[in-house]
């Protein structure tokens, strides 16, 4: 008897009752279980482990299958608002930057109306009128860059990062 | 089966119960979900009372792991059972718990207080039966909490789940031969308790 037969014989008896085994192997295993002492130990101890484990009870109680279904629902509603609302965010995304194109084409447009009517050239006015669009916008951004807000900073790093602790589970 | 009759009742006959239960996780369906949690509770519940040694943090994580059913519902294929993929969320979060509780080791998780986690059975044709039954399960269930979590995992799998082997691989992420080793040794390590059993 070679450790390739014990070890067969291990693999064997794991996988009867749960596994297809052929007829041809399982003879096999009968017949080596009544030469080895150690394997048929092995199997009994197995099938005895196996009854035991069985046999524990442990039962959910119905209280916390309602309160894990509660909890799931509220979640869902949760998850179903949430998507809902950034549903609602990307259509006002679109929305402001088709009304910002539209916006943009038709100051230009008033910007070649303006050099036209008062025989400015049409190169400084309607890049300035651009400017003028965006200064706002450009001195807000240049500001919050030179004095950023710690606790919002601390705040958007904390949302990403618990964010990014939830994808890699 | 309640859910396999809601998928029925709703769904498309010709796809498979995985397929369906796929598809309404996608969409996040909560009669699909009700279902589920009412088909697999025990079976869960009893995984993650095996793995953590402790009932109390078993339900909290129950509930976490349905959570996270709910929003990882889209990543289930519907190619292999559900029940396995249930056990593998059942599985990440237990470890992630065990991890944060006690990094040093999964097998040091356990509440000297928490004596007997387990509810007792409910056979036994006289009182005199009942009550030994109710010891012996006692007495098992102390010692089932001396076999390490990583042998008490696979067993459970295995004789309560009735896993095949390469299924508990796939959920626990191991290779099938440390499967077979850790089923070998927890065999043996269950061992005196059997005998204690028998006698």
Not at chain 1, 10 to 15: G, P, T
Not at chain 1, 92 to 108: E, H, K, P, Q, R
Not at chain 2, 106 to 130: N, T, V
Request: glycine residues 4%.
């Amino acid at each position: 008897m070679t450790n390739h037969d014990h070890e067969r014989a291990v693999d064997l008896i794991m996988q009867r009752g749960t596994e297809d085994v052929v007829a041809a192997d399982l003879r096999w295993l009968e017949s080596h279980l009544e030469d080895c002492a150690d394997c048929a130990q092995f199997a009994s101890d197995f099938d005895n482990a196996g009854r035991l484990l069985r046999a524990t009870a442990i039962t959910a109680t119905p209280t916390l299958v309602a309160a894990t279904q509660a909890r799931v629902r509220a979640r869902a509603m949760y998850l179903a608002e949430q998507r809902s609302r950034m549903v609602l965010i990307a259509i006002s995304f679109c929305l402001g930057a088709m009304s910002s194109a539209v916006s943009a084409f038709l100051w230009w447009r008033f910007g070649s109306w303006v050099a036209e009517r008062f025989g400015w050239s049409a190169a400084i006015v309607q890049p300035g009128i651009m400017l003028a669009l965006l200064l706002p916008a450009l001195v807000i951004a240049g500001l919050m860059l030179a004095f950023p807000h710690p606790v919002l900073e601390e705040r958007f790093i904390t949302a990403w990062a618990r964010e990014r602790g939830g994808d890699n589970q | 089966m309640i859910a396999t009759a809601f998928i029925a009742s709703s769904l498309v006959p010709m796809e498979t119960e995985e397929a369906q239960i796929a598809r309404g996780l996608r969409r996040r369906d909560p009669e699909l979900l009700d279902a589920l949690i009412e088909q697999y509770q025990h079976r869960l519940l009893r995984y993650l009372v095996h793995l953590t040694g402790n009932r109390a943090v078993a339900e909290d994580l129950f509930q976490e792991v349905w959570i996270r059913v709910l929003e990882k519902g889209h990543l289930y294929d519907g190619r292999n059972r559900f029940v396995t993929w249930l056990m593998s969320i059942g599985h990440n979060v237990a470890i992630d718990y065990l991890r944060k509780r006690c990094p040093e080791s999964l097998d040091e998780m356990r509440d000297p207080d928490e004596g007997a986690p387990f509810e007792p059975p409910a056979h036994g044709p006289s009182p005199y039966d009942e009550a030994a039954a109710h010891q012996q399960q006692e007495r098992f269930n102390e010692a089932l909490q001396q076999v390490p979590a990583l042998f008490r995992e696979v067993l459970v799998l295995r004789f309560q789940e009735q896993m095949k082997l390469e299924e508990i691989a796939k959920l626990i992420h191991i290779p099938l031969a440390t499967v077979k080793t850790r089923i070998y040794r927890g065999v043996q390590a269950l061992r005196p308790l059997i005998k204690g059993a028998a006698q």
